[in-house]
């Protein structure tokens, strides 16, 4: 099994779990800009950290064969800080280094007006570099906000089909799919998505435009639900192909878009599965 993590915060991990990915078929991620649950009070940190994602990850994540890249952006949360607002200045210099494959993390914390500013100039920053866009949808009043998203996508002009709108649950999935944008949606040991409730999402929706992340964060969270999903998806009667495609070729499809992306050493010419003891549970 091939599995690329699309959204996981792996400077929030050990290297233990760069190995245990490795060892269950993960062999590409992409890590967006995030807040780092600390509040940053200088753009000197985030250059500091988005030189960490262009360079330490990488290295950390290809001594196990893991093909790391990264989205960069002023997060949500941290748009609404006066301090770290000058970062947007900065973005330019990073959005054109390889192994940036999309802006993100971008959109919605809590809907302020700062938000719907730095959110509409990054989305304009996508356009002019030629990426897609990573959109974080807000935790709290989240079917209002996703509105307000797609009403944000649209009016930057940036093509839907380059857009992934993340952190989707059963309310918000139909209006992103309706939009044209990419579906995202992270699974949480205890909150947000969990693999059964994913496996049921693609069965009504379709496996189209579908990214399924693990995020893996600093807080309660697993790298591996991913895998999991598999597991779940086979286990319902999808057919390994189809685990193939929201594992694998969806991803590269989408992050395929910023001309950047490189997967050599990952396999991607090999078959998709090599036997299904992974999926199946077993060694």
């Known amino acids: 099994m091939r599995v690329f993590d699309p959204h996981i915060h792996m400077t929030s991990r050990t290297t233990d779990d760069y190995r245990r990915m490795a060892a269950a078929g993960v062999r590409a991620v992409v890590e967006p800009a995030f807040w780092l649950g600390q509040p940053r009070t200088n753009p000197g940190s985030f250059t500091d950290y988005f030189d960490s994602l262009l360079g330490w990850e990488p290295y950390r994540a290809g001594l196990f064969g893991v093909r790391h ?89 940036i093509p839907p089909g380059r857009v992934l709108v993340d952190h989707l649950n059963e309310l918000t999935v139909g209006p992103v799919r309706e939009s044209g944008c990419w579906m995202g949606f992270s699974l949480y040991p205890e909150t947000k998505m969990s693999p059964p409730r994913m496996v049921e999402i693609l069965r009504r929706h379709g496996l189209e435009r579908m990214l399924v992340n693990s995020a893996a964060d600093w807080g309660n969270s697993d790298p591996l639900l991913t895998v999991e999903t598999a597991r779940a998806m086979v286990a319902a009667g999808f057919g390994e192909d189809d685990v193939d495609k929201v594992m694998w070729r969806n991803p590269v499809e989408f992050f395929g878009q910023s001309g950047r992306l490189d997967l050599s050493g990952t396999g991607q010419a090999e078959p998709a599965f090599q036997g299904n003891s992974i999926l199946r549970g077993g060694s």
């Open 69 to 157: 890249h990264a989205a960069i952006a002023l997060n949500p949360k941290e748009a609404n800080d006066p301090r770290c607002r000058p970062v947007l200045d900065l973005l330019p210099r990073y959005l054109g280094k390889d192994g940036v494959v999309a802006v993100g993390e971008i959109g919605y914390d809590s809907m302020t007006r700062e938000e719907d500013d730095a959110f509409a100039r990054q989305l304009a920053l996508a356009v002019e570099h030629g990426l897609p866009a990573l959109v974080h949808t807000p935790h709290r009043d989240k079917a209002r906000g996703t509105r307000r998203t797609l009403d944000v996508v649209a009016e930057s002009g």
